[in-house]
């Protein structure tokens, strides 16, 4: 079965410092990749996802994630972030190879990230 | 504005007694799902629906009922809430069951069962 591995549960960063969260999976089958956002008291939001084509994606608020086939990675990327980029962020996958209806997302567990002034 | 509600936002609640969260999405989308997220565990499905009148459990369904009469609604329901259910739950409404589709996440509601 699919599963998806956060490797860090807390990153803290200093504001305009880069950043990298780091997501891998289990499956080197062809997946959907994911990640999304959680700011304070919000619901979770789509930051990117990666479905074919190019393997560097670009998503909103600056952030980018590169799909890695051979490492199984997507790993998400920030060149400066800001105080505001404080919040949990989500790594998902979903298996375009289930057969079953609810081709549902395999959830990590969410890395979050603390930008210090 | 697109968007997913869900009401109420807190809930504080005892042992036994039955509770109804609403959801209600304004884009049209036929799948629908619910989730709960706790600490160290992330986010896990409740239940799913893949258009009106169909339902199926997800990861996590014990304790736990939905329905789908319209498009736009998808209620849960406890009908007698325990402690364990304690969480923050999400609903999420999706274009289809593809697995390319954003979820849309509502703001979530958090439910304390004394």
């Known amino acids: 079965a699919q599963s998806v591995t956060q490797l860090d549960s807390q990153v803290p960063v200093f504001e305009e410092a880069p950043v990298e969260l780091r997501c891998n999976y289990s499956s080197s089958v062809s997946v959907y990749l994911f990640w999304y956002v959680q700011y304070p008291n919000q619901g979770l939001q789509l930051l990117l996802k990666?479905?074919?084509?190019s393997t560097l994606v670009k998503g909103i608020n600056g952030f980018e994630a590169e799909f890695n086939k051979s490492q199984t990675s997507f790993h998400l990327r920030k060149p400066s972030v800001h105080i505001s980029d404080t919040a949990e962020y989500f790594c998902?996958?979903?298996?375009?190879?289930?057969?079953?209806?609810?081709?549902?997302?395999?959830w990590g567990l969410g890395t979050s990230l603390a930008v210090n002034p | 504005e697109a968007q997913v509600t869900q009401n109420p936002r807190y809930l504080i609640t005892v042992t036994g007694k039955k509770l109804t969260v609403t959801c209600s999405q304004n884009?049209?989308?036929?799948?629908m799902s619910w989730y709960r997220q706790d600490p160290g565990l992330g986010l896990r499905q409740i239940y799913y629906?893949?258009?009106?009148?169909?339902?199926d459990k997800g990861d996590v369904p014990e304790g736990y009922k939905v329905s789908r009469k319209e498009k736009r609604n998808f209620p849960l329901i406890l009908e007698s809430p325990s402690p364990n259910q304690t969480s923050l739950y999400f609903c999420?409404?999706?274009?289809?069951?593809?697995?390319?589709?954003?979820?849309?996440f509502g703001p979530g509601t958090r439910l304390t069962v004394l």
């Open positions: 884009m049209n989308h036929e799948y």
């Open positions: 990666y479905l074919s084509g």
């Open positions: 999420a409404s999706s274009l289809s069951s593809r697995g390319t589709d954003t979820q849309y």
């Open positions: 629906s893949m258009n009106v009148e169909v339902t």
């Open positions: 998902a996958v979903s298996d375009p190879l289930n057969a079953g209806n609810n081709r549902k997302l395999i």
